[in-house]
């Protein structure tokens, strides 16, 4: 009993330090065709660092922090020639070389269900904290990743 009062008052000092580090979670979420599609992320802040730093042609990002991006969608949908069934989905994104990105989709068990190419724009203001956003409306949606300067987006269908 001794040995675990030390120890928990340890985790009781730390746990606002802990706490401090987490990023916020973010959520977005658009109705199509009847059903739900919601995107829900960690949103890290670039604090100062450049994007062009981070990641380098080959890496995978997990398109967020402090843990998975998933999409969950209750209406299938289509990514270019790729289709998803209703469910729950793990976002990644591949920095394939200069201004080619590639949007990967993968099941909860992170088997490769679709890759989708990505449009590149840069903007001219920075935004500090990741935002993704779905827009659209009736059947057509695209899917936006801003931060910093840079811009990516893809477009997706639904019956």
Excluded: C
């Excluded at 120890?7 to 990023?23: D, E, K, R, S």
């Excluded at 995107?39 to 062009?52: H, N, Q, T, V």
């Excluded at 068990?109 to 679709?114: G, I, M, P």
């Excluded at 449009?119 to 500090?128: M, T």
């Amino acid at each position: 009993m001794k040995m675990l009062l030390p120890g928990a008052l340890m985790l009781i000092l730390a746990a606002p330090t802990l706490h401090a580090q987490v990023n916020p979670r973010g959520e977005t979420t658009l109705e199509l065709s009847g059903g739900n599609v919601t995107i829900e992320y960690g949103r890290p802040s670039l604090k100062g660092r450049d994007i062009k730093t981070m990641i380098y042609p080959g890496e995978t990002w997990r398109l967020g922090a402090d843990g998975d991006t998933t999409l969950t969608t209750e209406v299938g949908l289509k990514f270019g020639e790729s289709s998803l069934a209703r469910g729950t989905y793990i976002l990644r994104a591949k920095f394939l070389g200069e201004g080619k990105w590639q949007l990967q989709i993968n099941g909860t068990d992170y088997s490769k269900v679709a890759e989708v190419p990505m449009k590149l724009e840069e903007s001219s203001s920075e935004v500090d904290r990741l935002s993704l956003r779905l827009e659209g409306e009736q059947k057509a949606g695209t899917f936006k990743v801003i931060w910093g300067k840079l811009s990516l987006s893809t477009e997706f269908t639904a019956p």
